[in-house]
């Protein structure tokens, strides 16, 4: 079993920075990626970022220049550097990771930015 938090969103104006965690707990070992996703209201869950287990991180184009996933291993920790907000990012943030049996996801921070 894994157990994921999230925690750092809040309210922030245009062009702000938040960063965002994501703590494991558990059995965090052996597993294939640990991604940030995103879900607006009315609107699919699409994923923003992605760091492998190996290390190689991948961004959507929309975030992509603003937005950098990080990785603390001491701390079973990733993190969601977001620079550069836009009314656009606006969403609930999840970070979940990926193993081979399954999936888990963390309950969900709320990014909130004003024009």
């Known amino acids: 079993q894994v157990q994921l938090v999230e925690s750092g969103g809040g309210l922030v104006q245009a062009g702000g920075s938040l960063r965002l965690s994501c703590a494991a707990s558990?059995?965090?070992?052996?597993?294939?990626?640990i991604c940030w996703s995103r879900q607006a209201p009315g609107k699919q869950r699409d994923v923003v970022a992605i760091i492998e287990n190996g290390g190689s991180t991948n961004y959507a184009d929309s975030v992509k220049g603003r937005f950098t996933i990080s990785r603390d291993n001491a701390k079973n920790t990733v993190y969601l550097q977001m620079n550069n907000l836009k009314p656009e990012d606006t969403a609930v943030y999840y970070c979940?990771?990926?193993?081979?049996?399954?999936?888990?996801w963390g309950q969900g921070t709320q990014v909130t930015v004003s024009s």
């Open positions: 558990g059995s965090t070992f052996w597993f294939n990626a």
């Open positions: 979940f990771m990926d193993k081979v049996s399954r999936t888990y």
